[in-house]
T-cell receptor, first 115, second 112 residues
Framework: DAGVTQSPTHLIKTRGQQVTLRCSPK?????VSWYQQALGQGPQFIFQ???????QRGNFPDRFSGHQFPNYSSELNVNALLLGDSALYLC?????FGAGYPEQFFGPGTRLTVL | EDQVTQSPEALRLQEGESSSLNCSYT??????LFWYRQDPGKGPEFLFT???AGEEKEKERLKATLTKKESFLHITAPKPEDSATYLC?????????????FGKGTKLTVNP
């Protein structure tokens, strides 16, 4: 059973460019959340997708957008990249409905460097 | 403002030297707490979910406990392979749409 997968592993971009990161959730999961983790910090919530719609959003500008596909996979898009966008981008998947509270399982992350 | 605070920021132990990590939270609507382990450059690995005060969970040398205001991760007789950053997170949001509010983590180093 494959866990959460993300691509690419590493990415280098220059300021002003646009980037797309991809995520495939754990088998059976229907919800995808995206987090940004700066060096030495805990992950910060960007947004969450369920049933192809953005369900919740953290304190990130509109330059950050996403999409969820019918197969539950997801993309994170960042426009007009800034140096401060350099971070590890994490995707987490979960199952929205079930016993207890949905545990979120993380992928390996995409390391984005903006020059 | 929702906040999760972890202490200490860093901890160095000798192999076999037991200790505890702390996670305190002020998250509105908190209905549980998650612990994760993160190795350098990798995604967080799920360890435990604690749902209510008084609950305890164990996995190998790790035991997590939860009170109304804080959680502890106890590490008994640690080994060098336990070296990692340990993150705690509070889920907050409406049912089924939880987002996680993370602390900054405790970086644990276990020396042989």
């Amino acid at each position: 059973d494959a866990g959460v997968t993300q691509s690419p592993t590493h990415l280098i971009k220059t300021r002003g460019q646009q980037v797309t990161l991809r995520c495939s959730p754990k088998s059976g999961h229907d919800t995808v959340s995206w987090y940004q983790q700066a060096l030495g910090q805990g992950p910060q919530f960007i947004f969450q997708y369920y049933e192809e719609e953005e369900r919740q959003r953290g304190n990130f500008p509109d330059r950050f957008s996403g999409h969820q596909f019918p197969n539950y996979s997801s993309e994170l898009n960042v426009n007009a990249l800034l140096l401060g966008d350099s971070a590890l981008y994490l995707c987490a998947s979960s199952l929205s409905f079930g016993a207890g509270y949905p545990e979120q399982f993380f992928g390996p992350g995409t390391r984005l460097t903006v020059l | 403002e929702d906040q999760v605070t972890q202490s200490p920021e860093a901890l160095r132990l000798q192999e076999g030297e037991s200790s505890s990590l702390n996670c305190s939270y002020t998250v509105s609507g908190l209905r549980g707490l998650f612990w994760y382990r993160q190795d350098p450059g990798k995604g967080p690995e799920f360890l435990f979910t604690l749902y209510s005060a008084g609950e305890e969970k164990e996995k190998e040398r790790l035991k997590a406990t939860l009170t109304k205001k804080e959680s502890f991760l106890h590490i008994t007789a640690p080994k060098p392979e336990d070296s990692a950053t340990y993150l705690c997170a509070g889920p907050t949001g409406q049912g089924g749409s939880e987002k996680l509010v993370f602390g900054k983590g405790t970086k644990l180093t276990v020396n042989p």
